[in-house]
C-alpha cells in the first residue's frame, strides 16, 4: 500500500506534529507499504522530503522530523485527481493509497484538510470533516454533548464582539465569576496542546488570561477549576458506518490518567519535560468507574460522529467523585510519552497493530463513500 504521511502544519502544534509523524513513520511496516513523506511548513507550503529522511528517523528513535524547503519537490493536489493524481511534484505523480495527516491543531484537526482530501478523492486516517470540525470547537462539543445528556463542566463562552462594548464584557466576567467561582480555568475553543490555556484565582489573572486565550482564536471559554483527576480513554472505529470488522467496530480502551507535577497539564508537562506528568496505566480507579469512563467516551466519541481515532478526556472531581467529560482530540499525540498510543497497547493493541487499524478503517469508509450518489 502507498501511504503519504503528512506532517507539520501551519499550527502552533507544529513541532509536536514532527514528533508524532516520526513516531508513526517508525511503526509504519515498511514490508508491507510504501512511504512517502510530504512535510507542511509553518507557512503552509508542502514539500515532498527525501528518502533519508525517513531512514534518518527510522535509526535514530528521539529524533522528530524536519522539513526540507527544496523549491524543486513543491507538493501540488489536484481536485478530484484520486489516489493515483491528487498528488504531484513537477508533474510527477505521488501515489497514494492513503493519506496520513499527522497534524495537530490548525488546518490538521479542524477539518480544513480533511476536506481538502474529500475534493481529491483521497482515503484519509482520521475523522471526517463534520466531526473534525465541530470537535475543533470547544464549545460547539459541550453543546452537542450536553444535547445528547453527557456530564460536562460549566462553562460560559465569550466571542470577540463582545469585547466591542466594555460594558458587556465586563458583565459577562461578572456573571462567570458569580455563577462558576473562581478559580476558573480560561481557554481558547478552538486550540490544541493547552495553547493559550491559563488558570486564574481572581480577577487581576483572569483579565491577563482572557487577553492571552484571544491570541489564539476569537472565541473563549471560562470553566469553572475543577478539583479533578484527570483521566484518559482512547476510542477507534466509525461511530457512523461501522460494519462489524475490528477496524470499523467503536471500541474504547483501557483508561488512563494523567498526574501533573506541574500546576496543571499545559504544554511542557505534555510535550517538553519529561517529568511533567506520570502517567498511570491502567487509571487508578475501580472496575465500576473503568467501565464508565469506556462507556461515556464511546458515546461522546458516537455523539460527534467521531471515525478513525480520537482520545476522549475527562475530569474526575476529587471532592464529589463525579465523572465530567473535558475535551476529544481527533488527532491525538502519537508521541513516544502519548498517552493514545500507550493506552491502546495496555489493551493488548501494539502500535503497529493500531497503525494498520487505522489504514484498514480509512479505506473502507472510502469505499463506502464512493458507493454513494452525489448526483442523479
Not at 66 to 72: P, Y
Not at 261 to 278: L, R, W
Request: charged share 25%.
Amino acid at each position: 500500500m502507498n501511504i503519504v504521511l503528512l506532517y507539520g502544519g501551519k499550527s502552533g502544534e507544529h513541532e509536536v506534529a514532527l514528533r508524532s509523524a516520526a513516531a508513526v513513520a517508525r511503526n509504519i511496516d515498511c514490508t508491507k507499504h510504501n512511504i512517502n513523506l510530504i512535510g507542511i511548513t509553518k507557512s503552509g507550503l508542502w514539500y515532498l522530503q527525501p528518502k533519508v529522511e525517513l531512514e534518518r528517523i527510522k535509526k535514530d528513535q528521539n529524533a522528530a522530523f524536519e522539513i526540507i524547503e527544496d523549491d524543486t519537490q513543491r507538493v501540488s493536489v489536484i481536485p478530484g485527481g484520486g489516489k493515483e493524481h491528487a498528488f504531484s511534484v513537477n508533474g510527477t505523480d505521488i501515489p497514494c493509497d492513503v493519506a496520513f495527516p499527522v497534524l495537530h491543531g490548525t488546518f490538521g484537526e479542524d477539518g480544513t484538510i480533511q476536506g481538502l482530501f474529500e475534493m481529491a478523492d483521497i482515503p484519509y486516517v482520521g475523522c471526517a470533516c463534520l466531526s473534525s470540525a465541530l470537535t475543533m470547537d470547544k464549545e460547539k462539543t459541550k453543546a452537542i454533548w450536553q444535547q445528547a445528556g453527557l456530564p460536562i463542566v460549566p462553562y460560559i463562552c465569550i466571542e470577540r464582539s463582545d469585547l466591542a462594548d466594555s460594558s458587556k464584557y465586563d458583565k459577562i466576567l461578572e456573571k462567570a465569576v458569580e455563577t462558576l467561582n473562581f478559580p476558573l480555568f480560561v481557554k481558547p475553543c478552538c486550540a490544541g496542546s493547552s495553547d493559550g490555556a491559563s488558570k486564574a484565582t481572581n480577577m487581576k489573572e483572569l483579565s491577563v488570561a482572557m487577553l492571552d486565550a484571544f491570541q489564539w482564536d476569537d472565541k473563549v471559554l471560562i470553566e469553572k477549576a475543577i478539583n479533578a483527576r484527570e483521566i484518559e480513554c482512547s476510542v477507534t472505529g466509525n461511530s457512523v458506518t461501522s460494519d462489524g470488522s475490528e477496524a470499523t467496530s467503536v471500541r474504547a480502551y483501557i483508561p488512563g490518567e494523567i498526574a501533573p507535577s506541574h500546576t496543571f497539564y499545559d504544554y511542557d508537562a505534555k510535550y517538553n519535560d519529561p517529568n511533567g506528568a506520570n502517567l498511570l496505566i491502567p487509571a487508578d480507579i475501580n472496575q465500576e468507574m473503568i467501565e464508565k469512563v469506556r462507556k461515556i467516551a464511546v458515546e461522546a466519541y458516537s455523539a460527534v460522529d467521531a471515525a478513525g481515532l480520537s482520545r476522549v478526556d475527562f475530569f474526575l472531581d476529587k471532592d464529589t467523585g463525579k465523572l465530567y467529560l473535558n475535551e476529544i482530540n481527533t488527532m491525538p499525540g502519537f508521541t513516544a510519552i502519548s498517552m493514545f498510543p500507550k493506552l491502546c497497547l495496555a489493551a493488548g493493541t501494539s502500535y503497529p497493530e493500531l497503525i494498520e487499524m487505522l489504514l484498514e478503517e480509512a479505506r473502507a469508509r472510502a469505499k463506502g463513500r464512493s458507493l454513494l450518489k452525489t448526483s442523479r
